[in-house]
């Protein structure tokens, strides 16, 4: 269960504050500009020097990695006239995936998902802002660059990266955050599949607890993929105009993607509970196995024993006792008892 | 459960009744008007001290907390040609949240959630009325002042609170409620969280207990949540001009959270289902677990058992009980039988 | 579960036939005309004394109270020009609430629920024929009148009665037959508290019953008032000019009942449904309690038996028997195994 | 389960293929042709007799009644102009309910349920293709004529039946197939009924078949009722003109019967789903009576029998044996562990 | 579970590569131009060979079997202006069915379901590029051809396929990939009518075994049908204007096979879920019988066991012992005591 993240009641709704963890780390601003014929790549000191990118014809890219100084939310707002709730969404981590329309701005909020070191499902938000010539980016952890791939892609020119515009690079940067729910969700189908094999065994508490973790994981990818697919599909159907109807097959491509990524989620959230369901079953059916075997015993045993204590009776008067085959007799009866308890358990195929 | 409140069947329309447990007391009335130079705030003593905000340009917030005296309303009503109706609705206590809109008033009813002192979830209801100019509050619960932020806020002239006009005043006093869905949401995490780490203790009626409670609790959240969703979003989607464009992000993020808080109560809602499910399963394999002891004893001791019997029969005539080794050769057969069943019992894994 | 009442398949559609347990019982017919200043108030003999009340520029309201006179609906249908499939529908008990537009006439069928002396839920249907200037109503049962109250508010002019027209005396109509699900709903929620009680107590399959008869009450319930929430819907959004616009934020909060009524209703659901989850659940519980108590006398008692068995053997050489303290070893022996029994299932948190 | 139909893969489209049962049956063609004022009644002979039934302007009803010449088909077709599809979908046995308009005609399938004579549910497909002046059925088993009530009702001339045209013939044909619907629901309510009366009987798996039975009838309606609901949906919405406003009603009229069994089956589904859970509970809580009742002679025995083993020792030094009251001590021992033991059981009320 | 396939995250859109397993293999290109007077074909050497197709005012369909040369789609692509995301599609194996729009083209991707030897369920994927006088198909596995019977079709020039367009070879060949549905699930429904047969017998966990295989495969299919269903809906109201009004019924028959598939789906898979909890049910019951017998026996034998045990005491002074009709008595005692007990469970109904 993540952690809820929330101001105080009655806070004053675009109040920004930085999440406790990055209180005092400076965050690390990169900007690229680019068109066609050239690039430029820069890593800024001070935010201020980023702002004369807007100048030129090129598209720029500033990326802020890391949210430990609200002084450069505040100026890079104010700069790009970004309103104070998006800025505020920024800062509140663990949101719900979204986007959001202001004036000629998209805001685009994503939850990119990854296993840590120690194989945890976490996820980092990444926040985009998406304007006519620019996209401004912020990255929830500094260090970790999930854009690496796509910044590459611009500086080797290759593909359509450099030919066209912010909104085309706006979609290269959310393919590259949506790319990494694939590995995730190739791994737990593998557990998955690697359950399926082991349900039948011995039943023990462990293996439920097991398909509970697998169960949460599950839980917490559909809530991020989800809403990404409402993003897409809302990019897609774009009436701003700050999509481009050449960008536009792109953003299908990257919401049959999420689809696609939903639609083994759900198969997966069937399997799992099918699991649980066969897991359930398998138990009720050894403890059928268990309490028949036991009824097996009970019934040939009990009889038997009555009839020995019969004659272990200390009555001075119990004819049997004297009598010459008495005790082969009393053995024979024992048999015929066996005999007929097994005759009638094959009968009932308990057996 | 809630008390469910109704009028008697065949009760007029718009009859004004004053809950029960209010007879009597007199409502607070507080006045407060502002516009971005100044404000004035004041304690009224008679409803009619009041009417005369209309006369300015000043946003005018009358706040009435307590539903004690009809009388009051009766006389706001007629002053503010508040619908019969939506009075009626102010007076009847655990209604469904809701808008209504009236020719030119937006009718806005609320229930805010918080813990009580035993830490029970309770419900009080927050009545809305936005006009052009004016927005009056019925507070059901007198005393404790959920608007108190707001009106600091107000007061200090901080953040847009006074250059906007009535609908955003309204906007603040709706995220002053729904703001405190976060801390029960957060305690309610909490609770969840804990009782997955004891599910697999041994099994008792106590926890039982404890999984309906917070299920209870779910469920009365989500009555309130959901309904306060679908006001947010058709204050949104205003079409009576009284919610500016200014306005509608600030109720835009208001819905976000709003469907964040849905989000997590559905999260939850799955995670107390699985932990039911869970605590069920390991009482199963607890049971088949007991089982399988019960079945291994009684399977070694009742041929055991039996063979003691036998030779504690009183028979004349057995040849055994003469042997110079029969009371050895017993035991060998009892350590036999005893090995015969344990290998048994660890082929079948039940051991 | 209800009677299934339906036609001989092929019969002609608008076939009228009177219920077979209300033939050649004479419907009573009242006939109420007002305006805003005067109220007349009629018991009509023959259906052709009502006819005149079109001619006057009045409210008019015929009540039809019991189904067992064709001739009565036939003449109606003529004068008032009723369509034929209207008229079957008030004749077929039983049916789904549901509103028909005809050419200037709504058609509105509905069932009023209540609990029978024996605390059984029935229903009764009640048809309503709104017109320009009359309403006509039909109820099922003759004698106990469900429109009482509203007569009487029209006959006292209190509140809008008289000042409205023929939609407003529908509407307070209507009303009146809805107002009927509140009582039921609370004593189905009373019924539902008492349950949450005794749940963990010791099973019983009569526990089972009575939370068997609940759900049938609620399904039924259900089933009465989503139709009827959809009438309502309906009306509020009525095109044809029928319902004006000052009477429908009545019907508005009539539907805002209903929603209430519903949402109730599926609190209650999920509330039984958890009831009986957490009965089964206690159940199994409670077998495995005993289960533990059955395993713990059988390990302990089951070595005991056998090592009394032992020496109760006749052997003739049985060194043990003739030892000084062979009795006390023995105590002391059986003593350690109920010490080490004791402790495994301490050990296996099972005492 | 109903059998699969489908042609091979591959096969062209609109293939003619006779239902393999009836290969060589001669379907029975009946024409009517009526108006107002006259109506006309012909078995004919060839297919190509009542292709002049087009040329006058009464409306004609030619029935086809078994499939087991395609010529008849394709000459039908050729002459009234019906698309191939349309054709093909007649011969294709145990298709889904559906209705298809074509250039100026609306083909409307539909599948009649009945019990057969051993009670099986079966089920009939029935085609009907209805054009501006003309209705051709299709009925599958020839013999059996499920539209003989209707006949006589246009040769009775009651009712609208004989004023009104095609459309009308049209809406009268799909209600005597829709009527049958209701015995069936009738059968299978009271099969419910009687279920819940012996749900907490002693458990039987033959029960269980009953329920699975009864789950799969309700199961097979529901497939062919749904659809049928939404044909008459469309025909009520009818824009090719081919329907009426005239008719309208009546078709609304026959949906709103389709949603009243659509209602009373979901409400069986539940029933059926109640039934299930409760005779599942009744069998666990019965194990649990069985179990208690198993611990408590358990419990009870266990330590009387282990104590008169002790006693049937055969040590030389067991002092008790030779006390004088040993015996009596023995029994008193014995009735006291009894009691305590009942009352530990009447404690944890399992008694 | 079907493995899943991406491309690494951060990887250029657009970019194709050949599946693994198909590296090397070169694919199989086949031409076919006709009209309705004449047909060609032709099996082509070089992608280029078939260029010129375009250029007359035939229909001209190119076959492309095997996905083994990325040269062969580039050049493809770059003559047929195809959009690199449906070049990348056509590669992407394992893809969930989807029609994708392009400026003059519609991209349909399919999967094709059937048995393989071993008799499990296997997907190929076809796609196929529909452009105005043009038809490409691409077939993942070289080799076996699905087409074969629409091209034996087109040869023989039955049927409509010569007369009509590429629209209709488009449906024509979407029919022969969807209609490889109908095997499959004819073999599903035997296999669950077999199993229902089958379900009231001895337990046994590889009978949940089967159970789960066939649940996954039913998932699988449906995950394939669904998206197939939304195709066809999308094609038959297809306003790209590449699909023609005379095609349309054509491609509404499709459709309602995929609906009729759907249907057949749904009801397996409620089958399959009744045949799982018919399965624990029985289960359960054969518990609760086994649990009687074993009661049964313990309350007969345990009292019998207690009372010889009593008089297998050694104690001196035991007067019964020495009772003339002492051993009589205590066997009529034990009569007594087994007559009680059958008495007791004929009336508890355990017999």
Redesign the interface.
């Known amino acids: 269960?993540q952690k809820?993240r929330?101001?105080?009641?009655?806070?004053?709704?675009?109040?920004l504050i930085v999440p406790p963890e990055q209180v005092g780390q400076k965050p690390v601003i990169k900007l690229i500009e680019y068109d066609a014929h050239s690039i430029e790549e820069r890593e800024a000191q001070n935010v201020e020097d980023v702002f004369e990118c807007l100048d030129n014809k090129k598209v720029s890219w500033i990326d802020v990695s890391g949210l430990g100084d609200v002084e450069v939310l505040r100026k890079l707002g104010r700069h790009f006239r970004v309103?104070p709730?998006a800025l505020?969404?920024v800062l509140t981590i663990g949101?719900?995936p979204?986007v959001?329309e202001?004036d000629d701005q998209l805001f685009i909020l994503l939850q990119m998902a990854y296993n840590d070191e120690t194989g945890r499902l976490v996820f980092e938000q990444v926040s985009l802002l998406l304007g006519k010539e620019y996209v401004i980016t912020f990255q929830e952890i500094p260090g970790d660059d999930v854009f690496?791939?796509?910044r590459k892609?611009l500086r080797e020119g290759?593909?359509?990266?450099r030919f066209m515009r912010s909104d085309y690079l706006a979609y290269?940067l959310i393919?590259?955050v949506t790319?990494?729910f694939?590995?995730i969700?190739?791994s737990l189908?593998e557990a998955?599949?690697e359950m399926?094999e082991t349900v039948?065994d011995?039943?023990?508490?462990e293996k439920?607890?097991d398909v509970?973790e697998l169960?949460?994981a599950l839980?917490l990818l559909r809530?991020s993929v989800w809403p990404t697919r409402d993003i897409l599909a809302r990019l897609w159907r774009d009436e701003t105009g700050l999509i481009t109807d050449r960008t536009k097959?792109?953003i299908?491509?990257c919401y049959?993607?999420a689809?696609?990524v939903i639609?083994?989620l759900e198969?997966y959230r069937?399997?799992v509970r099918?699991i649980?369901?066969?897991?359930?079953?398998?138990?009720?059916?050894?403890?059928?196995e268990?309490?028949?075997?036991?009824?097996l015993?009970?019934?040939?045993?009990?009889?038997?024993?009555?009839v020995?204590?019969?004659?272990?009776?200390?009555?001075?008067?119990?004819p049997?006792?004297?009598w010459?085959y008495?005790?082969i007799a009393?053995w024979l009866v024992m048999i015929a008892i066996t005999v007929v308890m097994l005759v009638y358990f094959k009968r009932k195929?308990?057996l």
């Not at 929330?6 to 109040?15: D, F, I, K, L, Q």
């Open positions: 269960m809820l929330y101001h105080e009641p009655g806070t004053a709704p675009a109040t309103h709730l505020e969404d949101q719900r979204k959001d202001y690496d791939p796509v892609r290759c593909g359509n990266a290269a393919d590259a790319d990494h694939f590995p969700v190739e189908g998955i599949e399926q039948f011995q039943p023990a508490p439920l607890r509970h169960r949460k839980f809530r097959p792109f299908r491509d049959d993607n689809i696609y639609d083994l198969s069937d399997a099918n649980m369901d066969l897991y359930l079953s398998s138990v009720s059916i050894r403890t059928n268990v309490m028949r075997v036991l009824t015993i009970a019934c040939i045993f009990s009889p038997l024993t009555f020995v204590g019969i004659y272990g009776m200390n009555f001075e008067r119990m049997e006792l004297h010459k008495g005790y009393v195929k308990w």
